[in-house]
């Protein structure tokens, strides 16, 4: 059975980087049926923080990629890193380095006088008798030759040397254990059998794996998943997706458009693009993972928002736009029902934040016309088709797009202008701008009584106009 893990640290919130290291977990997971592993690493009590566990609890709840066991979390399994602390000194495979700050200064001094790669010597390693007033660290007696292959499904073959490694401190002096080890005892009791994480990690596998044969466990198998850059060929930053990932919620991403753009930085099938998450599952393999950096593109990002948003059923979309609309300051009770918002502003929605606020004049009354477009679009030639319109429209029995549409079209032709001709200034007094769905759509989600009343303060104003003019 596979399994896979996602380990975050919650010393900060889940971010683009983070996201696309536990989708690329979950997806290896889900292909091949096997099943996927939230752990917590929360030993650092300094820098963890209960909001950033939620940050990433909620983040993966809004991603949807759900787990089949845990949360975990490391602070509630000291006694069991202990007991392994325990057994290995009793074994001879970890020792207690006595050292002092001061020798340890002394000897980084030394190895860089002398050009050498700083490390701890293994002074203690063999030294038994304990030293009065210093409490130790605990070492593992790290193999002193021989190589260490890790056989990685993205990077292919790496190889480090033993003698390169030092003897890793495994417990501090205060008796907590250190990150490295936490992670295999994990991985081991976990049963773990494939390690998808940031290539960051990479030079701490070959230790990992040490410890591992150590506790007398096959490795399992690792892939270690190039950096995401920033559009600038830097670190991600604040400004480019280094941010929380409920940022993007909060902006009216969907969550299946952003596990559509992360799997495609390092993945790729074919030179599709637009994946739904089944598909990804379907088609998603660890071993085509291109170990290339790949860069953040945040306009490819919201590209991708919109594919997705055009490709949501209206139901679907209209639910998932209500919580916008009230985060635009809207009353979605004050107008009509957000389903046909979706129907209507899907094709020229890139957010649903976006969708939202577009939709502003389907909500709330305004008082200001766009000035350009009332100039451009609400002159006197056009007084006697808007009035005409407007009596028309007063008359319709049914309020729907088929019935607005003919209204209109019937009286363009009367006036023998095109629809644009009479559509663009009625889309002016109507929705106060230049831009909105077609003009049947837009004026059915308006309603009635709002289309007919703005319909009337547009003909003022063209009268105003007209009178000011002569
Ligand atoms: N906790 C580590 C991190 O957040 C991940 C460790 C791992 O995946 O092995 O970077």
Redesign the pocket.
Known sequence: MIRT?????P?GVLHLG?VR?ALFSWLYARRHGGQFILRI?DTDRERSTPENVKAILDGMQWLGLDVDEGPFFQTQRFDRYREVIDQWLAEGKAYHCYCTKEELDELREAQMKAGEKVRYDGRWRDRKAPRKGVDPVVRFKNPLDGEVVVNDAVRGRVVFDNAQLDDLIIARSDGTPT?NFT?IID?YDMRITH????D??LN?TPR?MNMLEALGAEPPTYAHLPMILGPDGAKLSKRHGAVDIREYERQGYLPEAMLNYLVRLGWSHGDQEIFSVDEMIELFDIDDVNHSASSFNPEKLTWINQQHIIATPAGKLGEMLVPYLEQAGLDPSAGPNPEHIAEGFHERADTLLHMASSARYCYEDFEVIDEKSAKKHLRPVVLGPLKAVRDRLTKLEHWGPVAINEAVQSVAEDFDINMGKLGQPMRVAVTGGPVSPPIDTTLWLVGRERTLARLARGIELVEARAASAS
Not at 5 to 9: D, L, V, Y
């Open positions: 893990r996602f380990a975050p640290s010393t983070s290291t690493e990150y992670v991985d390690v998808v994480r940031g960051d990690h701490n990992q």
